[in-house]
DNA sequence: TGCATTAGTGCAGTAAATGCAGGTTTTGAT
DNA sequence: ATCAAAACCTGCATTTACTGCACTAATGCA
């Protein structure tokens, strides 16, 4: 597969370079339009014509239209479920989400303008949220896997999925910035990321143990 | 609108009652085809031609081909909603939440033929399950919202949200049946549903006050 | 019974997505 | 440098979901 996002290429030959081009181009003229005009006011053709390439292309490189939206956070997505599958023994999940933040405040303020039109578009768009939503689901699923290891229990088992659902829902909006206002849509401080996320993991530890002290109650 | 579900209603007319006819018909047949055949596989018009009407009918009924699948649970989550937002001053969110389990379980129990068979249908759909996902966020915002009633705090709080949405992660899949496996999928024991509710009370309470001494900590 | 309402239908049209085949560019080995 | 293989881009045709519009027939109501 294609697999983009290799900062190191720097020389993997003219046709990786031409086809990541088009691919970029296609985003960002798509997201200008999708903000200006609308998600389901444009449509592919304009959006090819404004890229200078055939409809056809616009469908070879996505597999559906959606996915033009979401194509700039696969990569920084795709690095979260990495760090939390090949975290050091000595680190648990959450502590991966925290080094996964810290690390990709980077891009994000890279692409900080390209994120808030995302931002816009996707709550604009009811299927858009709804595909949102299942990519956090497999985020969940990550976590609770994570966590479970973390806890000595199954992926399964209330706990991790709790906790997994609870990380998750603070974690993908309020450390990009403020879902309730699109319009300052700006990425929180490292600052405030850590205490966002520390607010997190105190949440989800306070579940866990509680959990665990009625456990032990009824058992006695 | 339709706003289906009235088992009150005995004689609102032939009309309303062919149409909810009508209605349940394409509902039923539909899942079964999904069922047989597959969700994508199935075309509109086999759909509509299984189900004795024109391909146009169906459109009309249904805004979306997805809707057809969910359908059967919209009236029971509406339940929920009203159940949560028309809650009695002396009874909480999670206390909604455990009543309208309590009573929805003569509908489930009734339906849970057409439920397996929905689940089954679902779970083999990417696309239905981001849909599924976009329904429960409502649920996670509306639950947030009591919640947020309960703690004296904003609904875009940090505690609520984490909250609601432990508490959604747990609801809708465990007290419907187990998720990871559609096959037994039945719905749970009372005695089960009630013991799933009140870990999941745990947990938020546990996480919740976890929170407020940590700013108590933190304050003084 | 007669009339207004509305459910259901057929038709035409738009847009997304896919398969296929042909033409062009890039690559890599000789 | 040349040439063959691979990969990319494209146009074309097709399927499918969905919508707007106009029309018919059934229903509800006075």
């Known amino acids: 597969m294609q697999m983009a996002g290799e900062s190191i290429a720097q020389s993997i030959g003219l046709r990786e370079r031409k086809k990541e081009k088009t691919r970029t181009t296609i985003v960002e003229v798509a997201l200008r339009l999708f903000a200006e005009n609308g998600y389901q006011q444009t449509t592919i053709a304009q959006i090819a014509e404004a890229a200078d390439?055939?409809?056809?292309?616009?469908?070879?490189?996505?597999?559906?239209?959606?996915?033009?939206?979401?194509?700039?956070?696969?990569?920084?997505?795709?690095?979260?479920?990495?760090?939390?599958?090949?975290?050091?023994?000595?680190?648990?999940?959450?502590?991966?989400?925290?080094?996964?933040?810290?690390?990709?405040?980077?891009?994000?303020?890279q692409n900080e303008q390209q994120l808030t039109c995302q931002r816009q578009v996707i709550d604009g768009d009811n299927g858009l949220i709804a595909y949102e939503r299942a990519?956090?689901?497999?985020?969940?699923?990550?976590?609770?896997?994570?966590?479970?290891?973390?806890?000595?229990?199954?992926?399964?088992d209330l706990e991790p999925r709790m906790a997994a659902a609870a990380a998750v829902a603070v974690a993908v909006f309020d450390l990009l910035g403020d879902e309730r206002d699109s319009t300052k849509a700006e990425i929180p401080s490292r600052a405030d990321q850590l205490r966002i996320l520390d607010q997190a993991l105190t949440f989800v530890t306070g579940g866990v143990s509680a959990m665990r002290e009625a456990r032990n109650t009824a058992a006695s």
């Open 135 to 156: 990519q956090l689901r497999e985020f969940e699923v990550l976590m609770a896997e994570g966590l479970a290891v973390d806890l000595g229990m199954e992926p399964g």
């Open 53 to 109: 390439v055939s409809p056809r292309t616009v469908s070879t490189y996505f597999p559906a239209k959606e996915a033009i939206v979401f194509d700039i956070s696969f990569a920084s997505k795709e690095r979260l479920a990495d760090r939390i599958r090949a975290r050091p023994d000595d680190q648990d999940t959450m502590g991966a989400l925290r080094d996964w933040v810290l690390d990709e405040r980077k891009v994000w303020n």
